[in-house]
C-alpha cells in the first residue's frame, strides 16, 4: 500500500538557519510528490511538486526539494530560515488510481526561534 | 490561479444535528473533488472522493451514511454530517481537481486545497 513516513514529528530551527525536512515514500510505481504547508487553523498551500523531469525541484518561498529514487526519498529544504516559515508541513504522494487521489504523511511541525 | 472556497469556516451545533460543508471551486470546473478529515496537530485522512453526477467513493473505515457527500455540479461540492456527535469535531478540508479546461490554470494531478471548516458538536 502506498505511505509516506515524516520522520521528524517536530524540528526547531533559529532564524537565518539551514533546514531540512524529510520525507520517505512507499509507492510502487513512479510516483507524484508534493509538499504543503499548513499555517495554525489554515487550509494547505503547494510548496512544490514532483512529476518527471529533473530530480531537484524549486518551489515559492525559497523552498526546494530533491527525490531519490533509491532512498524512496523527496526532502525539502530551505537555505535559511525566516520565523514566517513556522508552520506544519505536509509531504504527500499522489496515488495513480482512477481519481489520484493524494496521501499525505504524519506531518513536521516546524518552529523557529528569532 | 485556482481558488476553492469552503463554508462556513466555524460551525458549532448541537448534538444530533445535522451539519451542511460546502466546497465551491471558484474560477475553475473540478471534475473531482476529495473531502480530508484533520484532528488536532495530526495529518490530513481522506474521507471521500467526489466525482461530478456520480456516487462518492468512501475509505475503508468511514460512514457514507453518516457523511454524505453530494457533487451536483462542477462548481459544488457539499458534506453532510448527519446526527452530529462530540467525536465528530474535527477540521474538515476540501480539494479539488480540474477538468481538461483547467489544466493550464493548476496543473494536471496538482489539487487545489480550501481554508478548511472547522465543526464544533456539543
Known amino acids: 500500500a502506498q505511505s509516506v513516513t515524516q520522520p521528524d514529528i517536530h524540528i526547531t530551527v533559529s532564524e537565518g538557519a539551514s533546514l531540512e525536512l524529510r520525507c520517505n515514500y512507499s509507492y510502487g510505481a513512479t510516483p507524484y510528490l508534493f509538499w504543503y504547508v499548513q499555517s495554525p487553523g489554515q487550509g494547505l498551500q503547494l510548496l512544490l511538486k514532483y512529476f518527471s523531469g529533473d530530480t531537484l525541484v524549486q518551489g515559492i518561498k525559497g523552498f526546494e526539494a530533491e527525490f531519490k529514487r533509491s532512498q524512496s526519498s523527496f526532502n525539502l529544504r530551505k537555505p535559511s530560515v525566516h520565523w514566517s516559515d513556522a508552520a506544519e508541513y505536509f509531504c504527500a504522494v499522489g496515488v495513480a488510481t482512477s481519481y489520484d487521489k493524494v496521501i499525505f504523511g504524519p506531518g513536521t511541525s516546524l518552529s523557529v526561534i528569532p | 490561479g485556482a481558488v476553492v472556497s469552503q463554508h462556513p469556516s466555524w460551525v458549532i451545533c448541537k448534538s444530533g444535528t445535522s451539519v451542511k460543508i460546502e466546497c465551491r471551486s471558484l474560477?475553475?470546473?473540478?471534475?473531482?473533488m476529495f473531502w480530508y478529515r484533520q484532528f488536532p496537530k495530526q495529518s490530513l485522512m481522506l474521507m471521500a472522493t467526489?466525482?461530478?453526477?456520480?456516487?462518492?467513493?468512501?475509505e475503508q473505515g468511514v460512514e457514507k451514511d453518516k457523511f454524505l457527500i453530494n457533487h451536483a455540479s462542477l462548481t459544488l461540492s457539499t458534506l453532510t454530517v448527519t446526527s452530529a456527535h462530540p467525536e465528530d469535531s474535527s477540521f474538515y478540508i476540501c480539494s479539488a481537481r480540474g477538468g481538461q479546461g483547467a489544466y493550464r490554470s493548476i496543473g494536471a494531478n496538482v489539487l487545489t486545497f480550501g481554508a478548511g471548516s472547522r465543526l464544533t458538536v456539543l
Open positions: 467526489s466525482n461530478e453526477g456520480s456516487k462518492a467513493t468512501y
Open positions: 474560477d475553475f470546473q473540478a471534475t473531482t
